[in-house]
C-alpha cells in the first residue's frame, strides 16, 4: 500500500503562487505515475495534473499555463507549483499514484491541503 502526505497549501490572493509538495510512503515502487487532484465544497474530486517517472506530463485544461507539476524520484516526492492562482482553484488538494492511461488514483487518499484563494 503507499501512502501520501501534502503539504503547502494557505491563503493567497488572487493572482498570487503557491507551491505544494507530497511524499510517497510504502510500495513506492509499484508507482508509475503520480497526480494531483482537488476537490472544492459540493463538487467531485478531479485531477488537476499528473507525471509520469519518465518525465511525461499532462494537465487539467483548467490549470494549463499556470500550474507546472515536478518529481524528484529519489524522494518519491511530487511537487505543484500553482502561479495566477483564481478563486475558483480554492480546494483541498491531494495527491495519489494513478494510472496513466485512465488518471484513476488507486493509492490511500491523505488529508490534503487546502488551497484558499481570495479575490
Known amino acids: 500500500q503507499v501512502q501520501f502526505v501534502e503539504s503547502g497549501g494557505g491563503l493567497v490572493q488572487a493572482g498570487g503562487s503557491l507551491s505544494l509538495s507530497c511524499a510517497a510512503s510504502g510500495s513506492t515502487f509499484s508507482i508509475n505515475a503520480m497526480g494531483w487532484y482537488r476537490q472544492a465544497p459540493g463538487k467531485q474530486r478531479e485531477l488537476v495534473a499528473a507525471i509520469r517517472r519518465v518525465g511525461s506530463t499532462k494537465y487539467a485544461d483548467f490549470v494549463k499555463g499556470r500550474f507546472t507539476i515536478s518529481s524528484d524520484n529519489a524522494k518519491n516526492t511530487v511537487y505543484l507549483q500553482m502561479n495566477n492562482l483564481k478563486p475558483e482553484d480554492t480546494a483541498v488538494y491531494y495527491c495519489?499514484?494513478?494510472?496513466?492511461?485512465?488518471?484513476?488514483?488507486?493509492?490511500?487518499w491523505g488529508q490534503g491541503t487546502q488551497v484558499t484563494v481570495s479575490s
Open positions: 495519489n499514484a494513478l494510472g496513466w492511461t485512465t488518471g484513476s488514483p488507486f493509492g490511500s
